[in-house]
T-cell receptor, first 111, second 114 residues
């Protein structure tokens, strides 16, 4: 089983809608989770990190962590075409020595 | 503006050439990383330096040789690369060299091997 799993998509949403991106992880001991946005041909950009159960909001982005169910999600409200990118979920590996990236979910926001 | 700077942005080299990729961070971080990324794949960890010491080498072929002259600088020396080494090479830094720290990436070097 992969340590961090994401649906590769593509996920297509209309402009103005809520985009919901999901990620599951295998290590129950994981304490921190990251969401990176990567535009085509560019490098990953950290957009959210969450350490505690529940929701964390930053502008149009909300990260949700459910440790009991071992999933973390990213909600993008009022999606814009400029949000079209690949979103990478990441978490520490077992032992916490390095970061494991999911395969990424490609998001398309249609104008 | 990125606080992790990579040079060059693009590099084309033959299989017999020797070249180096450079990375500098101005965030006061004590850990630096090299990743390799192929198209439509996630970043793949190559090396981790923590407090200027190599802490992780992900069984990378010896044609890739990392160097960390100080906590702000990271180099990747390349020699006798293969066409399959063509990829985006990303440098990143974090406060400490552990997986629960967020990492900040540079813009990357796009490497093409002829």
């Amino acid at each position: 089983q992969k340590e961090v799993e994401q649906n590769s998509g593509p996920l297509s949403v209309p402009e103005g809608a809520i985009a919901s991106l999901n990620c599951t992880y295998s290590d129950r001991g994981s304490q921190s989770f990251f969401w990176y946005r990567q535009y085509s041909g560019k490098s990953p950009e950290l957009i959210m990190f969450i350490y505690s159960n529940g929701d964390k909001e930053d502008g149009r982005f909300t990260a949700q962590l459910n440790k009991a169910s071992q999933y973390v999600s990213l909600l993008i409200r009022d999606s814009q075409p400029s949000d079209s990118a690949t979103y990478l979920c990441a978490a520490p590996n077992t032992g916490g020595f390095k970061t494991i990236f999911g395969a990424g979910t490609r998001l398309f926001v249609k104008a | 503006d990125t606080e992790v700077t990579q040079t060059p942005k693009h590099l084309v080299m033959g299989m017999t050439n020797k070249k180096s990729l450079k990375c500098e961070q101005h965030m006061g971080h004590r850990a630096m990383y090299w990743y390799k990324q192929k198209a439509k794949k996630p970043p793949e960890l190559m090396f981790v330096y923590s407090y200027e010491k190599l802490s992780i080498n992900e069984s990378v072929p010896s044609r890739f040789s990392p160097e960390c002259p100080n906590s702000s600088l990271l180099n990747l020396h390349l020699h006798a690369l293969q066409p399959e080494d063509s990829a985006l090479y990303l440098c990143a830094s974090s406060q400490e060299g552990q997986g629960y720290q967020p990492q900040h990436f540079g813009d990357g070097t796009r490497l093409s091997i002829l």
